[in-house]
């Protein structure tokens, strides 16, 4: 009987423990992302939209999106890739895939381009970009091969250049509060 409870007791404190990870609240943090200072925390936390609230009320400037228009990656991405038709655009698996496309001087041969996002960080290692190229004779024996690296180098960099300017025009777009602002008149350094 004591050998029951007791199980029954960590079962259910090993579901709370997963329901409380699932959940996030549980967050693993490193100490080096955030300055030792409480005003220089704090103007961080505005910068970036988050702030104080009472049970979860205010949701809107956690720092976890789950559009895709809060990527600067993808946005840049889909506005590169504008002019092809696109097979395939799963957010959540992070992959484009673009259809055959030829510029319409050539019929027989066309390109497919495929973009994986390895993170939402824009830095080069966060894009595995395919290029595949389709030569056809006669719209018949058509050969299938991945692409010189030149045009997944030139789409690399355009996009990273994209999601900069994107990146760039929301931080200059938001606001800056200054600590001083909400802190009340007795506080003030």
Not at 61 to 90: Q, V
Not at 152 to 181: C, F, G, H, Q, W
Request: with cysteine; charged share 25%; hydrophobic share 35%.
């Amino acid at each position: 009987m004591k050998i029951k409870l007791i199980l029954y007791k960590l079962t259910g404190l090993f579901i709370i423990l997963i329901n409380l990870n699932s959940c996030g609240i549980y967050r693993p943090v490193s100490a080096k992302d955030y300055p030792p200072e409480p005003e220089k925390r704090i103007q961080k936390n505005l910068q970036e939209g988050r702030g104080f609230t009472l049970m979860g009320a205010n949701k809107k400037g956690d720092g976890n999106f789950n559009f895709a228009t809060s990527n600067e990656m993808w946005r840049a991405s889909l506005d590169i890739l504008d002019f092809m038709p696109l097979t395939s655009a799963d957010y959540g698996g992070g992959l484009i895939i673009t259809d055959w496309y030829s510029d319409g001087s050539n019929t027989s041969d066309s390109i497919k381009i495929s973009i994986r996002f390895l993170s939402n960080e824009i830095r080069a290692d966060a894009l595995n970009i395919k290029v595949f190229s389709k030569q056809c004779e006669k719209t018949i024996n058509c050969k299938v091969l991945q692409s010189n690296p030149e045009i997944e180098s030139e789409l690399k960099v355009a996009i990273l250049k994209r999601a900069a300017k994107y990146k760039k025009d929301m931080i200059d777009s938001t606001p800056k509060r200054d600590v001083n602002t909400i802190l009340a008149p007795g506080e003030k350094n």
